[in-house]
């Protein structure tokens, strides 16, 4: 099982930016279909973000032309660049991996390993 490591996130304004990133200790993600997922307050967990082992990422549609994820796979990880960020974001955000993901959607698939979680936070 991965061990996922996260770091990134914590508070931002209206409009700003924040980078999450994911890093499986002892191993690399290149080979794992790899997401982001967040839970905001009084919300389900949704999946917003996801990068296959092969093939193009997807994206939630409420974050899409905002988040960018991709693979590092000098450094092993795989990072979620936010911009434009609103209040709506505020949420603890999840890397997992292995996950399912596809073109057109994205899910936990079967048991995947989980990062620790980061708290990210958007308000004026």
């Known amino acids: 099982q991965l061990h996922l490591v996260q770091s990134g996130g914590g508070f931002v304004q209206p409009g700003g930016s924040l980078k999450l990133s994911c890093a499986a200790r002892?191993?690399?993600?290149?080979?794992?279909?790899t997401g982001w997922f967040r839970r905001a307050p009084g919300k389900e967990r949704e999946g917003i973000a996801c990068?296959?082992?092969?093939?193009?990422?997807y994206y939630e549609h409420s974050v899409k032309g905002r988040f960018t994820i991709r693979r590092d796979n000098a450094q092993k990880t795989v990072s979620l660049e936010m911009n434009n960020l609103t209040p709506e974001d505020t949420a603890v955000y999840f890397c997992?991996?292995?996950?399912?993901?596809?073109?057109?959607?994205?899910?936990?698939?079967?048991?995947?390993?989980w990062g620790q979680g980061t708290q990210v936070v958007v308000s004026s």
């Open positions: 997992a991996a292995p996950i399912r993901c596809d073109s057109g959607s994205m899910g936990p698939g079967g048991v995947p390993s």
């Open positions: 990068i296959p082992d092969v093939g193009t990422p």
């Open positions: 002892d191993y690399t993600l290149k080979q794992y279909s």
